[in-house]
């Protein structure tokens, strides 16, 4: 999930995570909302965002979603597949920003 890349520059996007990290619930913070750092966790509520989770329906769609950090040792060996709709050259606009999601995970406290 590291080299997943976001449209945007890397400040841009730098200063959203942090309004984002400043959200918490008054009455009890242990409650959430919770901020990820690690990319998969935060591509993973990515996805959740866009996916009904809160039906029958979303859920399993979600408990299907596996995502990791670099290529686990079971799927070393597999054929790496390439989705052509959704490289950068074909959904980004030449000349305008973007960034890994890894160098914003470890500008917001991935220690990895």
Same mark, same amino acid.
């Given at each position: 999930?590291? @080299? #997943?890349? #976001? ?9 959203? !995570?942090? @309004?984002?990290?400043?959200? $918490? =619930? $008054?009455?009890?913070? +242990? ?5 990820? $750092?690690? %990319?998969?966790? #935060?591509? !993973? ?6 996916? %009904?989770?809160? =039906? ?6 979600? =408990? ?8 686990? %040792? ?13 490289? $950068?050259?074909?959904?980004?606009? %030449? ?7 890894? +160098? ?7 220690? !990895?």
């Amino acid at each position: 999930c590291e @080299d #997943i890349n #976001i449209s945007g520059s890397l400040f841009r996007n730098k200063l959203k !995570y942090h @309004d984002f990290l400043h959200k $918490r =619930t $008054r009455t009890n913070p +242990k409650k959430g909302p919770f901020h990820f $750092r690690a %990319p998969s966790r #935060i591509f !993973y509520r990515v996805i959740r965002g866009m996916i %009904p989770h809160k =039906t029958a329906r979303g859920l399993a769609a979600l =408990t299907r979603l596996k995502v990791f950090e670099g290529v686990p %040792p079971q799927f070393q060996r597999s054929k790496r597949m390439v989705v052509p709709e959704a490289l $950068r050259v074909t959904r980004l606009a %030449p000349g305008r920003k973007f960034c890994s999601l890894g +160098k914003l995970a470890a500008l917001v406290g991935w220690k !990895y």
